[in-house]
């Protein structure tokens, strides 16, 4: 609760400090101020310190898994703001503006780690979208973003109404906007009950649309696009923070609801990790710009976060904390490396690595974490992921697929690598690269390399 | 039949038609004068079904506010004339072959769920609908979500206006 | 026992590692001092050897283990007895003798190459030894590979050449080819009874079935081929003659190509119980002998015929040991050793003074200009012709004769093939040395005879080869004077009291069938001088007959055509074809697949919201579609995966 | 009156709805659709929302079960005003740039 | 306490190396580390208790997994082995400009970190990150300082190996929760409970790893274009430990966790071995190129070993335990001296060379001790693991053996037609200038023939030392 009521006081807080001051450099600082106070609040939750106690009549529930992961959201925000900051303030003229939105989808954020029933998981999802699409048309002349924004926000209102409709089937069938699942056994004979269709109608679509808020295919289609357009620094944001938290939401939901859909879980979720790992690996190796290729990665790193949906046990939510955390922060480095440069295609990082050479290995080490290399944090995510799927069993196949998807997207990662390492040429900057950037990224890198060193160190935050 | 019964097909059909009228239209302006048509015969249910909160709401948001706002938005994009182009024809029967067999689908699925067979909806009766209880429900139960939904009319209100307002400075 | 028998090994080696190191340091006449004097001092020791295995001596002398694991163990050790203290005599008295003679020959090398020569000649003495010395087949397996690579290394000794090389490089994969046989006979050896160890693999002989004796023997024959140069691995010997002189006369006369013949008279208990292996062993060594022989006849380089009539005379110690006479053969293996040496140091001699002129065609004359390699050479031919009292006639009348016993056939074959062997020798010394000098003497270097270096040893060889043979007279000139049958007896003693008992000849047959083919052999040898004197002598490629036999049976080709060529573009479709369109082609397929397959799957995404949004519609009727179908659908699944 | 009858009716204006979005071209008219769909979902919502009423209000008269299910009718309506205000703020933007509001147009960003 | 110190040394010394500034300080660090790792190494082997050749300590006490290294005979080996190599490669190229040399040593270092790593593991998860991180450094050693397609064919390489070790990765989790405690120790390991088609998919699953790092037909082709495009002291890294690589893992991670499947497959896996054996011979047969027609070679070395490793024979583990230790031996020096030609000459194509031994005579004779080495002839190390390990083929089935064997002579072929070629005949135009090999190399080379000749003559250390590992197998067979 701490952290929705902050982030959501900080958001008009940071709306006004747009009248009261045109420095961004002022709104900027405020907003990291904000971050770190929001951080500082939230953990504060954590150790059961209420800086407004509210009874949320159950609509809330806090867990401690939750607020770890808000945590970690908020804290890869502030990351991205100290990186990213300088081009949050020149993506047009609206810079207070934009932290305002950057702290509402925080909110949205918070929500979704504590949602305990459909109507806030509507609630937090929209709370959460809607800024996205003021975000992503941010850069209004530029016709790309305009149209990412207009995709992006069709879309996304469709699959509002295909939620709505699964919630509206559920609560025909439970009469219930609960999240805790129909299921139910039979006094007389112990034995489960078939749910109602229309639950399990309402189940799937719901499904849908969460897939299509992750960006799992066959419902990603917006994803390329939309990350495409919109403006690299709020890319980055998307992409990382705000799917983390969908994801989280996802496996939230479905915690309890698996067994509603029976057998055909087991066979829709491999159908739809498949597609995902393959359209998203495959379609990726094909593109010149980075930051295409980085949408498609994310669709193919959304293929191996939904394992942890498949799992649904004990690793999986371990894992996913694990998987947004390293994966925000590798995607957070690559992406204000990119938002720097002035070409994002691959020839932009030549030779990066002769004349930023701390630049060059943070980038890459950023790249080998999403490659999931050891030694990173995306090697534990993805073991946790391949683990959840192994240990609940009956996909092994498509954990042998996965690997070998995964060996493909090592293709289209090294490329960066090797345009940086092995190929010469002059990176040419929208702004300079300061030394405080360089070191911040670096500090980046580090914090990857520890978490593939001793993931514990997070975990161990998780159990205590 | 009863009375209700009658009213409840004619609003029916009138929601259907003018449903498929909207998409059928040609004319913008038309196709949203149809969806009014639409909400008014929604809200039709609604009192039928004795919701009379959702049926004054819905007039009143939906028809009035928000169809006004896609008049104004369309009239002010001179968009009155039946100017958009077809779509492909092969796109079309696609679109309508989905979305058959979208309905197919539910329909089937709804009609083979047996629980919900002999189940009846109350018409006319009850008070759940009204603003009294509606209130009493929304500011204990549902209080939370209400405060929380400020957040969104900020971020909408903070995206009108960076998106509608006119950057000078660029 | 004595342990001295280490040294016998031991001061070749470190000839080969002083020579080889100092190599740059060393004057000549201290690098040949050295070469020789360690082959010298070997000699001494093994006579001191010799004199105990004569006084009932001898045993296995086990320095240290090469390795010993759970289930094997394989001993560096050496064994004395009679057969290995008579091939240690004759490698290191011959050995000494030709180092001393290559001082000489070898003169006009730079000092480098000089003590890289003196090196690679100690290391061979080196390895020659360990092979008759080891006191199983592992520790003869390293030898017999030690001997194989000096033999490539000074064929290929003047490497600038790349004809030599070629040859060198046959000489070893012909070499390897027969090892393989060898190694795997080892294998077999082991795999049924655990132990490599001459003494403990006779003792468990009986634990061996027939087939087991007779593949490991014939596998052990196939070693010998490809060491003793028999058909049909034959053609590196006449090639090997690419290498300095004095190193045809050591290795691939004397002592190295002979190693086939004691590795079978090792393993003389094995062949006799395989009677198959035998018989190969036999019509092997009989068809080489003759075969050899014809290709000799019309051979013009003098080294050539030479290396014809080794092969040919090795041809006849198989046929030997074929028939059970394995005294006869390590007897024409000494014997052979003698006079073989003396010719190729006496050819030497004849090319040192023509200034490296080989062929025989271009000299003649030469018996008053070189009399001492003249006189010592006539020595020679006749003891290979197998003139009476000459050492050659003892060991090959005695071979013949066994050979009589298992077969009137391979008497009669081996006779033919000694009328021929008389035949060539003395064509080839009419040619070179009476009759009209064919050459053009150059003032400046007049062709002379050589220094004492190398006379001295064409002598001591020349006196060997008439005496040499007098240790075994056969029963029916001297009874009970067989001196080499009672020294070897206790080797053989297995095999002759398993052999079947042939019907001995009597005396008087023994003397009528000695008298014919000497009558035969002397006539053989007049035509020979006859008809050499009187040929025309021209340069011409012959036709005919005599075209085919010049040109060897174009084995060669035929070899080079059915063999090499073939496994050489089979190779090259390996390396061009499968490797690269296929397999890599395969792996770079997949990479290509993923690329294309990513330019089409993109296609998909076409921009347009209508198709996405209809993608979706449909997804999600698969969706129902699927959860309607749920269980029939898992089962296909499971059916695939 | 059955519920089925109005899960059919809602389901077949959703479904029209879909139709809508699927085969038209107007940035403007498919969002109306989208609008379409939300309002079936309302419908439906209340109609439940009155079936459980009716299976409670046998048991206790002034129960106030399926109340929840109008509140959320609410919501939604609040969340598709909020919707409408961005998303035709977009169009408007869009139309600015391009003077069409044509969705077939939209089609820099592909592949 | 040693086993940490084997990892530590190189990993500290090579992420110091990165900051050094002149190439000359940076050679000189590498080549003392390579040294102080070496004494290390050579230490564990002499004289040690056992408790110092264990090192455990918690590290992911969530996963089951324990940061375990241990050091059995194998092990000891394959340090030294490494410990041996890396000096000599510093050494051979120590003369050698090598641009931008601290980052250079760096990476070389720190491969060696990870090899160590491979070879120490008993937890294998742990062994899984090393197998990893060996690979990066040489990614990187590649595509920076190789040749002209170093790009895509490193890229090729590691995509490749890489495949194969999440393939093994899936393996390693799947066996580990079959195991008893869901652990990564490789005791709980070959304990695990398992039907037989699990035991024999995941047989495979790491097989395939093992073979594609070895690398055995048809997994092979990642390794002729990497060993020709690598800079040849990568090179010497990659063909005289990275294999091993391979090897040692069977050993330690496939035999003794699946002995049954082992036992079942080892036909198709011997035979796929032999025909790789004489695929590669026959290849090396016709080759041009001095670079690949080593890299053939080594593929023919390695499919013997790997036949061999399946025969369950005692004499042919034994074999493969020295034969590890002798191709890693001969092929660096093999290399060395290649380095040094191409380096010279300027190509690495037969045809353009010849008559070497008359401008370089030194060189001359150590390619032809390298190149018997190659050929397996007795006195030189490899003669001994070449027949122990044919040895045992024979009596596993001594037609495979007779097929096998045929390499025998097709080496020779093509190691005689590669001495020939080079240093033989007479000269060219190519190599009318050359001179002989530089000082360090010829160090580095003399203390290789040494070892070659000492470990043909007397190998029973070697046995001595491996044996406990032998016997282990054996008991598990």
């Known amino acids: ?435 405080a950037f360089q070191f911040t990224l670096f500090g980046v890198a580090v914090m990857i390399i520890l978490l593939g060193l001793f993931p514990n160190l997070l975990l161990n935050f998780f159990y205590f | ?107 089937s699925l709804a009609s083979q769920a047996g629980d919900m067979a002999n189940k009846t909806v109350l018409m006319k009766e009850g008070n759940i609908g009204l603003i009294k209880e509606l209130g009493k429900i929304l500011f204990n139960e549902f209080v939370i979500p209400f405060e929380l939904t400020s957040v969104l009319f900020l971020s909408a209100m903070v995206g009108a206006v960076v998106l509608g307002k006119k950057d000078n400075t660029q | 026992m004595s342990h001295l028998v280490f040294l016998v090994p031991l001061f ?306 198989f046929l030997g040991l074929g028939v059970g006479a394995y005294t006869g053969a390590v007897f024409h293996v000494m014997t052979h050793a003698f006079f073989k040496a003396l010719l190729f140091l006496g050819a030497g001699s004849v090319i040192h003074a023509m200034h490296h002129e080989q062929d025989i065609r271009k000299m003649g004359g030469l018996s008053k200009r070189l009399p001492h390699t003249h006189l010592t050479f006539l020595l020679g031919c006749l003891a290979i012709a197998g003139i009476p009292p000459l050492s050659g006639f003892f060991s090959k009348d005695e071979i013949l004769a066994a050979a009589f016993q298992a077969s009137p056939i391979y008497y009669i074959l081996g006779l033919a093939g000694a009328l021929m062997t008389a035949f060539y020798m003395f064509r080839l010394y009419t040619l070179t040395f009476l009759g009209e000098a064919r050459f053009h003497e150059d003032d400046h270097h007049p062709v002379h005879e050589s220094p004492w270096q190398m006379t001295v040893p064409l002598w001591i060889l020349g006196i060997l080869s008439v005496v040499g043979g007098w240790i075994g007279f056969p029963e029916w000139i001297l009874p009970n004077a067989h001196r080499l049958e009672s020294l070897l007896a206790p080797i053989f003693a297995g095999s002759t009291t398993l052999a079947t008992e042939h019907a001995h000849l009597t005396h008087s047959q023994e003397w009528m069938m000695t008298g014919g083919a000497t009558i035969a052999i002397i006539l053989a040898i007049v035509l020979a001088i006859r008809s050499s004197l009187r040929a025309k002598v021209d340069t011409e490629a012959a036709t005919g007959l005599a075209g085919i036999l010049e040109n060897k049976w174009y084995v060669d080709e035929i070899y080079d055509n059915a063999i090499v060529k073939p496994l050489q573009s089979f190779a090259d479709l390996l390396k061009n074809v499968i490797e690269k369109s296929g397999i890599d082609g395969l792996v770079n397929g997949v990479g290509k697949l993923v690329h294309y397959g990513s330019r089409q799957i993109r296609l998909v995404q076409s921009g347009q919201v209508g198709n996405y949004l209809l993608i979706m519609v449909l997804s999600m009727v698969v969706f129902f579609i699927i959860w309607f179908n749920d269980t029939s659908l898992m089962k296909l699944l499971h059916n695939i995966f | 009156m059955p519920i089925n009858y109005y899960i059919f009716f809602c389901l077949t204006l959703f479904s029209i709805g879909i139709v809508g979005v699927l085969t038209r071209r107007n940035a403007i008219i498919i969002f109306m659709c989208i609008e379409l769909m939300l309002n079936a979902v309302n419908l439906l919502l209340v109609a439940f929302s009155k079936m459980h009423h009716a299976a409670a209000v046998a048991a206790a008269p002034d129960t106030t079960v399926g109340g929840d299910g109008q509140i959320f009718v609410f919501f939604i309506m609040v969340v598709a005003a909020a919707e409408v205000s961005v998303g035709l703020a977009i169009i408007v933007m869009m139309y600015r740039n391009i003077h069409s509001v044509d969705i077939n147009f939209l089609n820099r960003l592909k592949n | 306490m040693i086993p940490v110190l084997l990892i530590l040394i190189p990993l500290i010394t090579g992420l110091i190396t990165f900051a050094f500034s002149t190439a000359d300080s940076a050679k000189k660090i590498a080549l003392l580390s390579a040294v102080a790792t070496l004494v290390v190494a050579g230490w564990s082997v002499c004289c040690t208790p056992a408790s110092a050749l264990r090192f455990d300590i918690a590290w992911l006490p969530v996963m089951g997994s324990r940061f375990t290294l241990e050091m059995d005979g194998m092990s000891k080996m394959l340090c030294l082995l490494t410990g041996i190599s890396f000096p000599m490669i510093f050494l051979a190229i120590f003369r050698q400009e090598t641009k931008s040399a601290p980052a250079f040593f760096g990476w070389m270092l720190l491969s060696q970190a990870g090899l160590m790593g491979v070879f120490l593991a008993a937890d294998a998860l742990v062994f899984y ?51 008893p405690g869901a652990s990564f120790a490789i005791e709980a390991l070959t304990k695990a409970a398992l039907s037989e088609t699990q035991r024999n998919g995941l047989f495979w699953l790491f097989f395939i790893a093992f073979a594609i790092k070895m690398p055995i037909f048809p997994l092979h082709t990642w390794q002729p274009d990497a060993y020709e495009e690598s800079p040849t002291a990568v090179t010497m890294v990659m063909s005289g430990i990275m294999v091993k690589m391979g090897l040692y893992a069977v050993v330690r991670w496939l035999l003794p966790v699946y002995p049954q499947s082992s036992a079942l497959y080892s036909d198709v896996i011997i035979a796929f071995s032999v025909i790789g054996i004489l695929y590669a011979s026959f290849i090396a047969m016709q080759q041009n190129n001095l670079k690949r027609l080593i890299a053939y070679s080594s593929i023919a070395h390695i499919g013997l070993m790997c036949a061999a490793l399946f025969t369950a024979q005692p004499s042919a583990y034994q074999g493969v335990m020295i034969q590890m230790f002798s191709h890693g031996i001969n092929v660096i020096g093999l290399w060395i001296i290649a380095d040094a030609i191409e380096k010279q000459l300027g190509t690495r194509l037969l045809s353009e060379m010849g008559g070497l031994a008359q401008k370089a005579p030194t060189l001359a004779i150590l390619l032809v001790i390298m190149g018997l080495a190659n050929v397996a002839l007795p006195l030189t190390n490899s003669f001994i693991g070449e027949f122990m390990m044919f040895n045992g083929l024979f009596r596993y089935n001594m037609v495979w053996a007779g097929v096998a064997g045929i390499s025998i002579i097709l080496a020779a072929v093509y190691t005689l037609r590669m001495i020939q070629k080079v240093l033989y005949g007479p000269l060219n135009p190519t190599t009318e200038t050359a001179t002989d090999i530089p000082a360090t190399a010829k160090w580095a080379l003399f203390v290789l023939v040494v070892l070659v000749i000492v470990g043909g003559v007397y190998p029973q250390p070697l046995i001595d030392l491996t044996n406990d590992t032998v016997q282990a197998l054996i008991t598990k067979h």
């Open chain 3, 12 to 317: 070749p080696l470190l000839g080969f590692l002083i020579n080889g190191l100092g190599r740059n340091q060393l004057s000549k006449s201290s690098i040949g001092t050295i070469g020789t004097g360690a082959v010298l001092l070997s000699f001494l020791v093994s006579v001191r050897l010799f004199m105990q295995v004569l006084n009932g001596g001898g045993g296995v002398d086990t320095l240290f283990y090469l390795f010993q694991t759970t289930d094997l163990s394989v001993p560096f050790a050496f064994q004395v007895d009679a057969l290995s203290a008579l091939f240690l005599l004759i490698i290191t008295g011959i050995g000494t003798l030709i180092h001393l003679y290559s001082t000489a020959y070898m003169h006009e090398e730079s000092a480098p190459h000089f003590a890289r020569y003196f090196a690679y000649l100690n290391l061979f003495i080196f390895s020659m030894l360990l092979l008759v010395l080891g006191s199983g087949f592992v520790i003869m397996f390293i030898g017999w590979e030690g001997v194989g690579l000096c033999s490539y290394l000074l064929i290929g000794y003047w490497f600038k050449n790349n004809e030599y090389n070629y040859a060198a490089r046959k000489a070893f994969v012909m070499n390897r080819i027969g090892d393989l046989g060898f190694l795997l006979a080892i294998f077999w050896i082991i795999s049924k009874l655990g132990t490599t160890e001459y003494a403990q693999v006779f003792a468990g002989v009986n634990k061996l079935s027939a087939s087991d004796i007779t593949a490991i023997t014939l596998l052990l024959f196939v070693g010998a081929m490809g060491k003793s140069a028999q058909i049909p691995l034959y053609t590196w010997l006449p090639d090997a003659m690419a290498g300095p002189t004095p190193v045809s006369a050591l290795i691939h006369a004397a002592t190295m190509v002979t190693a086939g013949i004691y590795m079978i008279a090792r393993t003389n208990l094995l062949y006799t119980m395989a009677p198959f292996a035998q018989c190969v062993v036999a019509i092997t060594g009989l068809a080489t002998a003759l075969f050899a022989a014809t290709i000799a006849l019309r051979q013009n380089d003098i080294k050539k015929v030479l290396a014809y009539s080794t092969v040919s005379q090795l041809g006849y110690m």
């Open chain 5, 129 to 179: 990150f090393f197998w990893e991180l060996a690979l990066i450094p040489v990614y990187f050693l590649c595509s920076i300082w190789g040749g002209e397609r170093r790009i895509a064919v490193t890229f090729k390489f590691f995509i490749y190996t890489f495949l194969g070790s999440l393939l093994m990765l899936t393996g390693i989790i799947y066996l580990s929760y079959h195991s």
């Open chain 1, 1 to 435: 609760m701490n952290a929705i009521i902050f982030s959501a006081l900080w958001g008009v807080v940071m709306m006004f400090s747009g009248i009261v001051t045109q420095n961004k450099k002022t709104i900027t600082g405020l907003s990291v101020l904000g971050l770190v106070l929001l951080l500082f609040i939230n953990c504060l939750h954590a150790y059961g310190i209420w800086v407004i106690k509210l009874d949320t009549l159950g609509a809330l529930h806090f867990d401690s898994i939750g607020l770890f992961f808000n945590a970690i959201a908020i804290f890869a925000t502030l990351l991205y703001v100290v990186l990213s900051g300088k081009d949050i303030e020149n993506t047009g003229v609206h810079a207070a503006e934009y932290y305002a939105l950057l702290f509402f989808v925080l909110t949205g954020v918070s929500i979704l780690t504590a949602f305990n029933g459909l109507l806030m998981l509507f609630l937090g999802i929209e709370i959460m979208t809607i800024p996205l699409y003021i975000l992503t048309g941010a850069d209004k002349r530029n016709l790309k973003s305009n149209e990412a924004s207009l995709k992006y926000f069709l879309m996304g209102s469709f699959s509002t109404g295909i939620m709505l409709m699964g919630i509206a089937l559920i609560y025909g069938a439970t009469g219930k906007f609960g999240i805790a699942g129909g299921i139910s056994l039979a006094p007389s004979t112990g034995l489960a009950v078939r749910p109602s269709f229309l639950e399990v109608g309402g189940m799937i679509l719901l499904f849908v649309s969460m897939c299509f808020k992750v960006s799992a295919a066959p419902f990603h289609f917006w994803t390329p696009d939309v990350y495409d357009g919109a403006p690299a620094v709020f890319t980055s944001f998307m992409a990382t923070i705000v799917k983390s938290a969908g994801f989280f939401a996802f496996i939230k939901l479905f915690d309890a609801h698996t067994a509603v859909l029976g057998d055909s879980w087991n066979i829709l979720v491999p159908f739809v990790i498949l597609i995902t790992l393959l359209i998203g690996n495959i379609t990726a190796v094909f593109q010149q710009s980075v930051k295409r290729m980085l949408a498609y990665s994310s669709i193919a790193q959304a293929g191996f976060m939904l394992f942890a949906l498949y799992g649904n046990n004990d690793l999986s939510k371990e894992g996913i904390l694990l998987y947004a955390f390293s994966y925000s922060l590798a995607t957070i480095g690559i992406f204000a490396v990119l938002i720097k440069l002035k070409d994002y295609s691959l020839d932009g990082f030549n030779g990066l690595a002769t004349e930023y050479p701390l630049l060059a290995f943070s980038t890459a080490i950023c790249l080998l974490s999403l490659a999931g290399i050891p030694l990173t944090g995306g090697f534990f995510a993805k073991y946790y992921m391949l683990s959840a799927a192994i240990k609940a069993g009956g996909i092994f196949w498509l954990v042998i697929v996965a690997v070998l998807l995964a060996a493909v997207s090592v293709y289209y990662y090294f490329r960066v690598i090797q345009a940086m390492y092995f190929k010469s040429g002059a990176p040419s900057f929208n702004q300079p690269i300061t030394k």
């Open chain 2, 1 to 107: 039949m009863s009375i209700i019964q009658i009213l409840f097909y004619l609003l029916s059909g009138l929601a259907v038609f003018a449903a498929l009228m909207v998409l059928l239209s040609k004319n913008p302006v038309h196709s949203v004068l149809w969806l009014i048509v639409v909400f008014f015969a929604i809200s039709g249910h609604y009192i039928l079904l004795n919701a009379q909160f959702l049926a004054i709401v819905n007039l009143i948001v939906y028809a009035g506010a928000i169809m006004v706002l896609f008049l104004f938005v369309i009239m002010l994009m001179n968009l009155n004339a039946a100017t958009e182009p077809n779509q492909h024809i092969w796109m079309k029967l696609a679109g309508v072959i989905a979305g058959g067999c979208f309905l197919v689908m539910l329909v």
